[in-house]
């Protein structure tokens, strides 16, 4: 701020966070707290009243997701990978290091690895991401666009009485701090094609989704509205608590296939997952 002043900027910093104020002197004497130019701050440097400090703080301690991605697919503009359940794909929230994109930057040494499209914690499947920032815009576009073709499974829990093959059209809604999403009244901005692939023991079955839109949620929120949720989810129909490190119930969909005409090359691409989903019994 530019109203304020103080003695040093190492004064600023230990009033601002306190809780880290001996880790934050270590920074700025290891030269590591840089103005907008790169230049380093140190213990002496007066207050930039008005200017601009980067401070890059710790990360807190991370408990190990115990579950890794495995790389499908790597060229140089594309990492394909297949997600686990439970691994988050990029830093939010509790999950920095333990994600995805944090793991394949350090273990491939790809520093400007990048997802083309978002794919949920507890969600598993086929991720696709790009190497360098020249190529990103167009394998993002080609989401956006919807010119991707996604093929998911999902093991529900099956009604009585539901007919399949269905489509399921709904407007959803997804406030933000609010978990879950919701269907409303209003044009429709979300379409799911839904087909029974098999029918298993316990009044359950195997479906597999074709999502001509990427609303968030969309898939849970619209097998949930046919009475079909999803085994294994801790937010449709009903919310309920999990611990974030238990792992014994997970989310069974799976994002199985992702197609699409490569807009650089031309060259159709197709890349499939091969995990399976537990509560298949395969």
Do not use: C, M
């Not at 840089?34 to 991370?62: K, M, Q």
């Not at 115990?66 to 140089?76: K, S, T």
């Not at 969600?123 to 998911?152: D, M, N, S």
């Not at 399921?168 to 406030?175: A, F, H, N």
Request: aromatic letters at 6%.
């Amino acid at each position: 701020p530019r109203e304020e002043a103080w003695g040093s900027l190492v004064s600023y910093l230990e009033a601002r966070f306190p809780a880290d104020a001996p880790r934050l002197r270590e920074q700025v004497a290891a030269g590591e707290v840089v103005d907008e130019l790169g230049r380093p701050f140190t213990l002496d440097s007066p207050y930039p009243a008005g200017g601009l400090a980067y401070l890059y703080r710790d990360v807190a301690p991370e408990a190990r997701v115990p579950f890794d991605a495995r790389v499908l697919h790597r060229d140089d503009d594309l990492v394909v990978v297949d997600k686990p359940h439970f691994l988050a794909v990029t830093p939010r929230g509790a999950w920095v290091t333990e994600t995805v994109l944090v793991r394949l930057r350090r273990a491939l040494d790809l520093p400007a690895l990048s997802p083309a499209h978002r794919l949920d914690r507890p969600t598993a499947g086929v991720l696709v991401l790009t190497t360098r920032p020249e190529v990103r815009g167009a394998y993002q576009e080609l989401f956006a666009r919807r010119a991707v073709e996604k093929v998911y499974e999902a093991v529900v829990t099956l009604p009585a009485g539901l007919d399949l093959p269905t489509t399921v059209r709904s407007r959803i809604v997804k406030q933000h701090g609010v978990h879950q999403a919701r269907t409303v009244p209003g044009k429709v901005n979300a379409i799911t094609h839904v087909t029974l692939q098999r029918e298993l023991p316990g009044g359950r079955a195997l479906v597999g989704l074709r999502p001509e839109t990427g609303r968030t949620h969309q898939l849970r929120v619209h097998l949930a509205g046919l009475g079909a949720p999803i085994v294994g989810d801790d937010l449709y129909p009903v919310e309920r608590e999990v611990a974030p490190d238990d792992y014994s119930a997970p989310l069974q969909l799976l994002a199985r296939s992702i197609a699409f005409d490569d807009p650089l090359t031309g060259e159709r691409r197709q890349f499939v997952s091969q995990r399976t989903l537990a509560a298949t019994g395969d």
